[in-house]
């Protein structure tokens, strides 16, 4: 059963404060970025409604795009300490090897480089437009997926949230249903708040597929069908709702899609599903749409067995689908400034087991790209050696940390109240 | 218009318990009365499917021939023949308590087509759940734990003795049997010691236990100390006070309406069922149990994707031979619930789950492609007379009253525009999307 969000849910997340607070000092860009930016110095935003906070003026006005990779991305062998006798011995017949790996710099003193597949992130790296957060995580970590996923969707390690942390932002930002929009049929539980929620798109680019068909005595009837009486609690009310936002979300899609066209591919590898969807993301963008968070998702990245293969097919898509986007935004271009935030439920144990592949483990990257970023390394790099006692990394980022900066750098809100208790900023959107 | 209660609960009951049934089918039933109805529907649980067994199971290709080196053939093609069977079968059933059962089942066990490969062990997977889903859960349990497509879908086909691979172990306890909150990380490691050398013989298609790679040591587990092997994991589990009340709620949830292990109803059936861990026993209590015809059940769910498109290729008159096949498969993907493909181990949601603007466009978009086959002639010809129409498509639909503001819209349809248009509409309507 859903929960609702209360007061009470924040206490135990914000027990983690002081430790968040403890980080701080370890935190920063590794080295300055070079930031390429085409954002000019914005305004102060007018979404920012949470009650009991005030809002935060930032210096870009930024769309943000939620890849979520589901099933438990491999970090290790994503961004890998190559040189480490450590991370071979830990990971012997899945070991990238060292002169596969892109390097990128040492955090440390530790050598770290990126999978030989995403060739595409490494040219943004270069442009200063990548920001690598290490070690992301929270305390006594979970290694089922779903219990994992919802904390790093709803930001409450107790599991006890129904809300996500966008979900929460939508409950106090008012009621468009074009603020959060979410690409796909199944709406991930990031985009559920208590009261509101994100639309959803159907992933294809086609304009005509955004939105139902029929002549306009149809469609009229259509609405009036699903007219909401106010106050209304019922089931047949939320389908109602659906039906009264389709029609919001796709006339207002459709328009936006048919003036736009899909990127043009620059990365030479396919991109899949998750290219489709960050193309239908770009040129929502593209399009002037008002809307403030996007939602991608990709899988499966549970690569228990013969995982080499398996997660180089999958990151060469998604780096072609990252690469591919951000080539729709060069510099200059008018607009929103998109920032891709990807993340996954849990990185994976770093002892390989006997079958190629790898388990559910814990603290992993997040990996943030945008022309309005501020490239580098940030956090600490958890230790290969001193592992946990389940034989998995310890966090050295409380995961709301990332939050935060998400929350005052795109959506222009004080983070506080949403993510129950103050957590700094990384700094990664300047 | 109006209807009686015992439509309203026996319409109710046709709909949870099975796929609905035509207005007509639910006169006739009230005429038995609800308990009767639910014995029957309980028969139908062993009793042979005339109808469903007279459908063509599409030609398959058995694994054994496909891993043959360079024998080619279109297992995809297989695939989505096979997916268009599974919902004929659920369409023409003669026992639709059963196939809902393995429906519900395939969300208990969530098994992918697009890891496991192989259409046939998708097939026989579901026969699995047709044949001994309505008696002993730890029966099932570890059937399916040996059952070829689990073997591929939760890598327990290439564990080895040496690092035992957690993926089955950890999904068995967390999905399957108990529910997180129940087992420790050191239960997960050693269950996962149990399930080593169970293998997938892709010669024959067949569970092979490898001896030679099995961990035969003693395993702490859930507070039992042995040598135990896999059936004892399963066995060990499934017996759990933990277990009863996940899998009553698992059932109450689909059935009646969504709730927590920890709800009263929970309290109130686990026990018997702990008894004998029987099915059938639990869905008589389920379905004879006051709360299944409470408001609030009756109230409770949406219809899921597919409960939506075979509910109504059932009340007017179609199967599924109408429609394009893949184009069926990719609207059901489109809404989320494409069969034999479940999103991931979690399986389909609920409620709010199926509720988003993209899901109320492709519901659309699947009306418009099931009213294009719809007999309406019983429509047209109360042409002029708009509230009649309404009427006449609720009663296709057997929808027992229709909402103020739903009333209304239906009627301007009538008025202006097409039978074709009012059915569609009707379609979508809240009252017909609530299950």
């Known amino acids: 059963m859903a929960r609702s969000f209360t007061r009470r849910d924040f206490l135990s997340g914000s027990l983690g404060v002081g430790a968040a607070g403890a980080l701080h000092t370890t935190l920063g860009p590794v080295r300055p970025g070079v930031r390429s930016t085409s954002a000019t110095r914005g305004r102060t935003l007018a979404t920012a409604t949470a009650a009991a906070d005030s809002p935060r003026t930032t210096a870009v006005q930024r769309a943000l795009v939620l890849c979520t990779l589901f099933g438990g991305n491999d970090g290790l062998n994503t961004v890998i300490p190559y040189e480490s006798s450590a991370y071979r011995s830990l990971r012997g017949p899945i070991t990238i090897p060292a002169d596969q790996v892109q390097p990128l710099e040492s955090v440390d003193g530790v050598a770290l480089g990126l999978h030989p597949s995403m060739v595409g992130l490494k040219t943004l790296w270069d442009a200063g437009q990548v920001a690598i957060i290490l070690g992301v995580g929270y305390p006594n970590p979970n290694f089922s997926h ?44 990031v985009f559920a708040g208590a009261r509101q929620q994100a639309s959803t798109l159907a992933d294809s680019t086609n304009p005509g597929s955004q939105q139902p068909g029929g002549d306009p005595n149809f469609v009229s009837s259509y609405s009036a069908l699903e007219h ?77 067995t013969a995982q080499l293969n398996s997660q180089a097919g999958l990151l060469s898509q998604l780096d072609a689908g990252i690469q591919n986007f951000m080539g729709a935004f060069p510099t200059g271009t008018k607009g929103l400034s998109p920032v891709i935030v990807v993340y996954s439920e849990f990185g994976r144990r770093p002892q390989s087991n006997a079958s190629q592949g790898t388990d559910h483990g814990s603290a992993n990257n997040v990996i943030v790209v945008g022309p309005s970023v501020k490239g580098g390394f940030y956090g600490t790099l958890p230790s290969l050696t001193k592992l946990d006692d389940t034989g998995n990394f310890v966090h050295t980022t409380d995961f709301r940390r990332v939050y935060a900066t998400l929350l005052a750098d795109i959506m222009g809100v004080n983070p506080k109240s949403l993510l129950g208790g103050p957590y700094a900023s990384i700094g990664f959107l300047p | 218009m109006t209807t009686s209660p015992a439509f309203t609960v026996i319409g109710h009951l046709y709909r949870r318990a099975g796929f609905g049934a035509t207005p007509a089918e639910i006169e006739a039933a ?184 099995h961990d035969d040591g003693v395993k702490s587990y859930l507070g039992h100390t042995g040598r135990w092997q896999g059936q004892d994991i399963i066995d060990i589990a499934t017996h759990t006070t933990a277990s009863s009340k996940w899998v009553v709620a698992r059932f109450w949830s689909w059935l009646a309406y969504p709730v927590a292990t920890t709800d009263p109803v929970v309290a109130d059936l686990a026990p018997s069922y702990a008894k004998d861990l029987n099915i059938k026993n639990l869905l008589e209590a389920i379905l004879h149990h006051p709360g299944f015809v409470s408001s609030k059940a009756v109230n409770g769910l949406i219809k899921q994707p597919i409960e939506y498109l075979v509910g109504t290729l059932r009340l007017l008159g179609l199967t599924t031979a109408a429609f394009d096949q893949g184009s069926l498969v990719w609207l059901l993907a489109s809404l989320g619930q494409q069969p034999f493909v479940p999103l991931n181990v979690g399986g389909w949601g609920q409620n709010q789950y199926w509720l988003s603007t993209s ?77």
């Open chain 1, 146 to 189: 779903f219990e994992s996923m919802g904390i790093m969707q709803t930001g409450d390690p107790s599991g006890d949230t129904a809300s996500g942390w966008l979900g929460r932002w939508l409950d106090v930002s008012g009621s468009d249903p074009m603020r959060a929009l979410s690409v796909g049929p199944n709406l991930p539980q």
């Open chain 1, 228 to 304: 909401v009486v106010k106050g209304e609690q019922t089931l047949e009310a939320a389908v109602a709702q659906a039906g009264t936002n389709l029609l919001v979300v796709g006339a207002k899609a459709s328009a936006a899609l048919t003036s736009q066209q899909p990127p043009a591919p620059i990365s030479p590898n396919w991109a899949g599903d998750i290219g489709n969807q960050l193309d239908v993301v770009a040129e929502l963008i593209k399009a002037g749409l008002p809307t403030r968070a996007y939602g991608v998702m990709f899988g499966s990245f549970d690569t228990h």
């Open chain 2, 30 to 213: 009230e005429k038995l009365g609800f308990d009767a109805v639910v014995d029957d529907l309980l028969a139908g649980l062993t009793k042979p499917d005339p109808a469903g067994s007279a459908l063509k199971v599409p030609q398959l290709t058995p694994i054994a021939q496909a891993t043959i080196p360079g024998y080619t053939y279109d297992d995809y093609s297989e695939f989505i023949a096979l997916s268009t069977w599974w919902l004929d079968r659920m369409v023409v059933t003669d026992t639709p308590l059963r196939e809902k059962l393995v429906l519900l089942l395939a969300n208990q066990f969530p098994t992918s087509y697009e890891k496991v490969g192989y259409a046939d062990l998708m097939y026989n997977q579901n026969q699995l759940f047709r044949t001994l889903g309505a008696g002993s859960f730890d029966a099932l349990t570890q059937a399916v734990a040996r059952d070829p497509a689990m073997l591929i879908w939760l890598d327990t086909g290439t564990d080895h003795k040496a690092h035992a691979n957690e993926n089955f172990a950890r999904e068995l306890m967390e999905r399957f049997t108990m529910g997180v909150g129940h087992y420790t990380e050191t239960d997960v490691r050693e269950a996962a010691r149990a399930f080593t050398g169970w293998e997938l013989d892709y010669t024959t298609g067949d569970f092979f236990f490898n001896v030679y790679d």
């Open chain 2, 359 to 435: 899901a109320s466009n492709m519901q659309l978009q699947l009306a418009w492609s099931v009213a294009q086959y719809a007999d309406l002639t019983e429509v047209l010809d109360l042409n002029g007379s708009p509230a009649a129409q309404v009427a006449a498509v609720a009663r296709m639909l057997a929808i027992g009253a229709w909402s103020n503001e739903s009333y209304r819209a239906l009627w301007k349809m009538a008025q202006k525009g097409s039978a074709e248009e009012l059915l569609v509409l009707a379609l979508v309507s809240p009252e017909y999307l609530l299950n």
